[in-house]
């Protein structure tokens, strides 16, 4: 398709939306309405390019692939859009004749309240990625109506507030009432068998409304349009029957507790209500998703006997899990096929990417709750439960091990192995993260099942992260390699021969200095803070969890402190400290530490003796939009979890391919990067993975630490004294007697490396020529590449072929 307007074409599209949807005229409308009305004119040509794409895919029977997640973190879509439909000039342009400037549209957009980190970051880059590719994709997740809380630090302690992201957000939703779909909770089930034929009835069932609403995402050029559909929860009728009784308040509950389920993104889970909640979420989601992939299916063939060849349907961690006992029980219930049947197709059909090696991530429902709330699904899960047993038995398995893999043991249904048994595959999503699936959390599957388990390491949008984010860095480096690696991120690659040129590297530096600049006029509008742009910019954003070790580097910059005071005529660069992190409501330690950072920084940032030298900043809120500051202005990028906790990371290859340089452990993908820049561009510290368990193994005992190295000991004290009137005992007991991510062990290499990073920083050249090099060897960690490696190894899937590449054919 076309994508193509001119600045005419743009403002007559916009007027005409203006008029027509607002009621106003150009003359009257507000940057609001403007914004709205240009979302509207583009989401149109997303439209239609969507449909021109599925109806080539379609003729060219090229399979579908069907992405289900609890999140997708798109952040904003009109630049996104506008960019990868080559529409931005033009809208500018169109715009300005309008006496509207388009980067305060960009600034009317919230971002859109879908996901929390990580997870949901990457599921976005591969919309991106797949419609890029050009392969036929949809995502499936559930439109929260708050989404991720909008953080509030009130004495440095972290307050959750709604996020209101829908009146600025939905204008890039197109309802699709005609394809609701019933989902079933509760009940009881009824069964009957008739001549060998098994009838099963759901009973006295509470039925919940789900309600699409599409979300369009281009590829570069629009080769490609991916759809992002989600799932409004709604009363399936309003129980008149009941008001009328009387039951007043019965009728309204009824109403609210469904709406309930897409209210908020992860609710709290540490009281009954909210694991109820949660597993309704996860079911809710697999449960509308898989229906609709199954009428889809149906609509142009007339069995699921080929769904194997026509669609890929991949869970993107545990929490969809349920997608395998939905289809069977589709394919059981409505469709007649027998359980060897269902089974097969089931099985080739899905796969499972896990992410994450934390025991508390890898979930487990309460068997109680499971079959008072999806008593149907429990059912099937047992059946899965004891044909597994029986092969297992057959195949000679021993008893102890079969009950480590059983998807149903110890009144608990296992997520985990549940997905690793009923899909063709597994992978990991970083090399070290592949092999700890395969040695450890999933050995004993491993060991039935080799073949099952691959790696595909993650990978980010670079069109967003380097050419929308950093647009001077993309200039200089079209400017030097040619526009290539727009389409082909390899081809950054190119810049190596530009290492040790000096004039490259000044323009390197000028650009990071004006990035450092943007960011510092932010944070002094939106939070009031002074930032020197001349300081080392050392940035550490993610959620907040101790595995990630926010405290260590906070205890760290602690020791700094002291350091200063005692030495304040020493010879110091000055570094400015940035975090970013937003912890789980529930998850009371990570607030803690959390707070600790907040009053670190006030103490720090408010004493004269050492601000003009040291300086803390905790980015509150942080979203998708902060995280396009600061990474183009990040120079150090913290990558410092203990080794064997982090499956991948993606943060790290967002700053790598900035220039950014990473300050980090030999974990999750942060092992690959080493591997493309190596030694001399990538700064080092930490205990190795077996390392880290052979401590383990002989008993570690943080007391050492503290007790044999002063600077650790210096640091603990004043922590376990406080800050600013606030206490952090839990905290320091915590790192003194258990230190669970061996923080205190790591604390001495991980100041080295400070100090080594701070002494490379002294020599510009150096620490340019180091830039420069993470931005030219980032190109394998393109979301692009890693949608090619899922499409080859795990999806076996086709790009659609464009009609001018099947002419050269």
């Not at 008029?19 to 409308?29: D, E, F, P, Q």
């Not at 063939?301 to 349907?313: C, Q, V, Y």
């Not at 499972?352 to 699904?377: G, Q």
């Not at 002494?759 to 979301?783: E, H, P, R």
Request: aromatic content about 10%; proline content about 3%; overall charge negative.
């Amino acid at each position: 398709m076309n994508y193509k307007m001119t600045p005419a074409q743009v403002q007559s599209a916009i007027r005409e939306k203006l008029s027509h949807i607002y009621g106003v005229s150009a003359k009257n409308a507000s940057d609001d309405e403007f914004y709205k009305a240009s979302a509207l004119v583009v989401r149109d040509l997303l439209v239609r390019g969507r449909d021109e794409f599925v109806h080539e895919a379609e003729k060219q029977e090229t399979k579908q692939i069907y992405y289900l997640c609890m999140e997708f973190l798109l952040g904003r879509s009109l630049k996104n859009n506008l960019f990868n439909l080559g529409l931005e000039d033009s809208f500018r342009k169109a715009l300005s004749e309008m006496g509207v400037k388009l980067d305060n549209l960009y600034e009317q957009e919230p971002d859109a309240g879908l996901g929390n980190g990580g997870l949901g970051r990457l599921a976005a880059c591969f919309l991106d990625g797949l419609a890029t590719q050009g392969y036929p994709a949809m995502g499936y997740s559930l439109r929260y109506e708050y989404g991720i809380f909008r953080q509030k630090l009130v004495e440095g302690w972290q307050t959750e507030l709604p996020d209101f992201w829908l009146p600025g957000g939905e204008v890039w939703m197109q309802k699709v009432d005609e394809s609701a779909i019933e989902v079933h909770f509760d009940g009881y089930i009824e069964e009957q068998w008739h001549d060998h034929y098994h009838s099963v009835r759901h009973k006295n069932y509470n039925p919940v409304m789900a309600i699409p609403y599409d979300l369009y995402v281009s590829g570069m050029d629009g080769k490609g349009i991916s759809v992002l559909r989600i799932w409004r929860a709604e009363a399936n009728e309003f129980d008149m029957k009941l008001f009328n009784s009387g039951n007043y308040m019965r009728a309204m509950e009824q109403k609210a507790m469904a709406e309930t389920i897409t209210k908020v993104l992860y609710p709290e889970d540490n009281h009954y209500e909210g694991k109820s909640l949660r597993l309704a979420q996860q079911y809710f989601l697999v449960s509308a998703s898989v229906q609709d992939i199954v009428r889809r299916h149906l609509y142009t063939h007339s069995s699921l006997d080929d769904l194997p060849k026509l669609a890929a349907i991949h869970l993107n961690d545990t929490h969809p899990v349920l997608a395998i006992p939905e289809l069977m029980r589709i394919m059981l219930d409505e469709c007649g096929y027998e359980w060897d049947a269902a089974w097969d197709i089931v099985t080739r059909t899905i796969a499972y990417t896990n992410h994450t090696v934390m025991s508390e991530a890898l979930e487990c429902w309460s068997a109680d709750l499971f079959k008072s709330r999806l008593p149907r699904i429990y059912q099937i899960v047992e059946e899965i439960n004891r044909r597994f047993w029986i092969e297992m038995r057959a195949k000679g398995v021993d008893e102890g091990k079969i009950w480590r893999m059983a998807p149903l043991n110890d009144g608990y249904v296992r997520m985990a192995n549940l997905a690793v048994y009923a899909t063709h595959s597994t992978n990991g999503v970083s090399a070290l993260h592949s092999e700890i699936l395969k040695d450890s959390v999933f050995h004993d599957f491993y060991t039935e099942w080799p073949n099952k388990f691959k790696n595909v390491t993650n990978g980010i949008a670079h069109r967003r992260w380097l050419n929308q984010s950093n647009p001077e860095l993309a200039s200089l480096i079209t400017e030097l390699t040619g526009d290539g690696f727009i389409h082909d991120a390899a081809q950054l690659e190119k810049l190596m021969k530009y290492k040790d040129d000096t004039s490259v590297q000044k323009k390197l530096a000028e650009i990071k200095l004006h990035n450092k600049q943007r960011l510092a006029e932010h944070v002094k509008r939106t939070q009031g803070q002074i930032v020197d742009p001349n300081s080392i910019f050392d940035v550490q954003v993610k959620r907040l969890h101790e595995y990630k070790r926010q405290h260590m580097n906070a205890l760290h910059i602690l020791s700094v402190y002291q350091w200063l005071l005692e030495n304040p005529n020493a010879d110091y660069t000055p570094h400015t400290f940035f975090f970013g992190a937003k912890a789980a409501p529930g998850y009371y330690f990570a607030k803690e530490i959390l707070q600790f950072i907040v009053c670190l920084a006030d103490t720090i940032n408010n004493d004269p003796r050492v601000n003009q030298k040291l300086r803390v900043i905790f980015v509150e809120n942080y979203c998708v939009s902060w995280a396009e500051l600061l990474t183009p202005a990040a120079e150090i990028s913290e990558q410092i979890s203990l080794t064997g906790t982090e499956a991948s990371g993606t943060s790290n290859m967002k700053f790598m391919i900035n220039g950014a340089i990473t300050l980090g452990t030999l974990d999750g993908a942060n092992v690959e990067i080493h591997d493309a820049v190596g030694d001399d561009n990538i700064i080092l510290f930490g205990m190795t993975t077996p390392e880290v368990n052979s401590l383990r193994a002989s008993g570690y005992n943080p007391r050492n630490q503290y007790e044999h190295n002063d600077i650790i000991r210096k640091a603990m004290d004043a922590l376990g004294q406080g800050f600013n009137g606030k206490t952090f005992q839990n905290l320091h007991q915590a790192l003194l007697n258990v230190d669970q991510y061996m923080a205190l062990a790591d604390f001495a290499s991980y100041s080295h490396a400070q100090q080594k990073a701070e002494q490379l920083y002294k020599d510009q050249t150096k620490w340019n020529s180091m830039s420069l090099v993470n931005t030219a060897k980032a190109g394998i960690f393109a979301a692009d590449r890693a949608i090619r490696d899922y499409a080859n190894t795990i999806w076996l899937a086709k790009p659609v072929e464009t009609k001018a590449e099947t002419k050269k054919k």
